[in-house]
């Protein structure tokens, strides 16, 4: 059973933060790579950050970089993902999702997953 729950979404002005969090467990918590992706309306999906549990790196969207972070705790069972300076374009559903088998990094950051939330919208508006 794999499953990821995601929390902390909701309506921000622009230049505001929000912190989302996502707590894997099951058959998610065994994963090769766990983050973030991103869906708006209209919208191919797109890939925010994610860690690969190997090394515990890092990597962003260029669109976030610089503005998110992510990370998780000792345990590997919860990731975070902190969003600050956010901006109207911003405005989407976001995901947390592992991948378990294998792909590369590539692909997560296409917002290619095996397993994923329900989701938790993020708006941004004034």
């Known amino acids: 059973q794999v499953q990821l729950v995601e929390s902390g979404g909701g309506v921000v002005q622009p230049g505001g933060s929000l912190r989302l969090s996502c707590a894997a467990s099951?058959?998610?918590?065994?994963?090769?790579?766990i983050g973030w992706f991103r869906q708006a309306p209209g919208k191919e999906r797109e890939g925010v950050a994610c860690i690969v549990d190997a090394d515990g790196s890092a990597y962003y969207s260029p669109s976030v970089r610089g503005r998110f972070t992510i990370s998780r705790n000792n345990t590997k069972n919860m990731v975070t993902l902190q969003m600050d300076t956010l901006q109207p374009e911003d405005t989407a559903a976001y995901y947390c999702a592992v991948e378990v088998s294998g792909r590369p990094i590539v692909a997560a950051m296409h917002g290619k997953y095996d397993h994923w939330g329900q989701g938790t919208q993020v708006t941004v508006d004034t």
């Open positions: 099951g058959l998610a918590s065994d994963y090769k790579i």
